[in-house]
């Protein structure tokens, strides 16, 4: 059975980082394309990053230059390193894999940024 | 990018109805549309992926239909659990979603 894992959210200060994880289960993720989408309080959905089976990755513009995603093939981990926080940061985080009957998604992490 | 427009914006409709719900790509992206229910406080549900394909357990009131630019999901028949929003998903070029359809049941 295919799972998406998040965690790593929580309260964090304006300028400040973190780093969300997705672990996965049932699948490899150096085989798939994983992405990051988001969901600020009250709104929609919003694309956040993705990294594809090669390795290749394409950011939002709201957040190029400041988050980064990667994977650890051997962890079978997906991650989102956040930095300089800004309080639109606040949402939702789910991880997401694309694949040939469809998507998978987790459940999803809250980021509230705030001082 | 590729932008999504998503209409109506607000649905409300009565347990029988036939729904029907739009999505307009700015550009061709052939049949790589994706569509979602969400639930407060949940995650997205996928119901249709590669337009009109039916995810797994979805039950077959819900279908899609639709390429290259224009999309519709379709529900034959409301029923009282089919409240919430519902977004398009584009993944032809990187991922972009339209802005919502927020389902009522009058």
């Known amino acids: 059975e295919v799972q998406l894992v998040e965690s790593g959210g929580g309260l964090i200060q304006p300028g400040g980082s973190l780093r969300l994880s997705c672990a996965a289960s049932g699948f490899a993720v150096s085989s798939n394309y994983l992405s990051w989408v988001r969901q600020a309080p009250g709104k929609g959905l919003e694309f956040v990053s993705l990294?594809?089976?090669?390795?290749?990755?394409y950011d939002a513009d709201s957040v190029k230059g400041r988050f980064t995603i990667s994977r650890d093939n051997s962890k079978n981990t997906l991650y989102l390193q956040m930095n300089s926080l800004r309080a639109e940061d606040t949402a939702v985080y789910y991880c997401?894999?694309?694949?040939?009957?469809?998507?998978?998604w987790g459940q999803g992490t809250l980021v509230t940024v705030s001082s | 990018d590729i932008q999504m427009t998503q209409s109506p914006s607000t649905l409300s409709a009565s347990v029988g109805d036939r729904v029907t719900i739009t999505c307009r790509a700015s550009?061709?992206?052939?049949?790589?549309l994706a569509w979602y229910q969400q639930k407060p406080g949940k995650a997205p549900k996928l119901l249709i992926y590669?337009?009109?394909s039916l995810e797994s357990g979805v039950p077959s009131r819900f279908s899609g239909s639709g390429s290259g630019t224009e999309f519709t999901l379709t529900i034959s028949s409301l029923q009282p659990d089919d409240f919430g929003t519902y977004y398009c998903q584009q993944y032809s070029t990187y991922i972009t979603f339209g802005q919502g359809t927020r389902l009522e049941i009058k």
């Open positions: 997401a894999r694309q694949h040939n009957s469809g998507w998978n």
């Open positions: 550009q061709s992206i052939s049949i790589w």
């Open positions: 990294i594809y089976s090669g390795g290749g990755t």
């Open positions: 590669k337009a009109s």
